[in-house]
């Protein structure tokens, strides 16, 4: 299966401010995979990632608060914008693999004061 | 659209007794998922099931999807500390995307 890459592993921000989170993959894939898990819930999915064109983003998370590049096969950030409070989580990205379910990043612990 | 319902959210088990998670869906499922997440730590992927009635053995894990396809389980057999984590299922119907959309979780606390 995939090994993914992802950092930073933890930080603490300004509100207002803003945090790219790089997630590298030891393969190439199609579709990259963001989430965000707010303490003690379930994952969310925020955004598809293709290389090649835009993100599609999941109701509630709009790009203009959660932009995303991909550059490549192997690559991918998401940044958080503006940040406040509410947007304390943990951050991850995740790939499909080849018949072994979905490889996730190990996370990016975010919190907003 | 499909509605998903993992229970019992948490569950706190004496090591050595067995332990059950639930997975029920409003829709048929194309296939199911299981991830663990230890405490502090990432999603890991368990197993896949995709046929009806299939039943699947990870040493002291059984899986199984129901025969309509709406429902799953994972049992855990003799629990460990080890065991300890959130089970989440990600239920897959024919239209999904390419995502996984996931269960609420269930957190399992074994006592020693």
């Known amino acids: 299966s995939a090994v993914i890459s992802q950092k930073p592993s933890r930080d603490i921000c300004q509100r207002g401010t803003s945090l790219t989170i790089q997630c590298q993959v030891d393969s190439q894939v199609t579709m990259m995979f963001w989430y965000r898990q707010q303490p003690g819930q379930s994952l969310t999915l925020i955004a598809t990632?293709?290389?090649?064109?835009?993100?599609?983003?999941e109701s509630g998370f709009v790009i203009d608060k959660f932009p995303i590049s991909r550059p490549n096969l192997t690559f991918s950030t998401l940044t958080v914008s503006n940040m406040s409070p509410e947007d304390s989580s943990i951050y991850l990205c995740s790939v499909e693999g080849q018949g072994w379910g979905y490889t996730f990043g190990s996370g990016t612990r975010l919190t907003v004061v | 659209g499909q509605q998903v319902m993992q229970i019992p959210q948490y569950q706190h088990v004496q090591e050595g007794e067995d332990f059950t998670t639930y997975c029920n869906s409003s829709?048929?499922?194309?296939?199911i998922q299981w991830y663990k997440q230890r405490p502090g730590g990432h999603p890991v992927f368990l197993i896949q099931l995709v046929k009806s009635g299939e039943v699947k053995k990870q040493k002291r894990l059984t899986f199984q999807f129901g025969e309509a396809k709406k429902n799953s389980s994972l049992h855990i057999t003799a629990t460990q500390t080890t065991d300890v984590g959130t089970y989440f299922c990600?239920?897959?119907?024919?239209?999904?995307?390419?995502?996984?959309?996931f269960g609420k979780g269930t957190s399992l606390l074994v006592t020693p």
């Open positions: 829709t048929t499922l194309s296939n």
């Open positions: 990600a239920p897959r119907a024919s239209n999904s995307g390419y995502a996984l959309n």
């Open positions: 990632a293709n290389q090649g064109s835009e993100a599609t983003y």
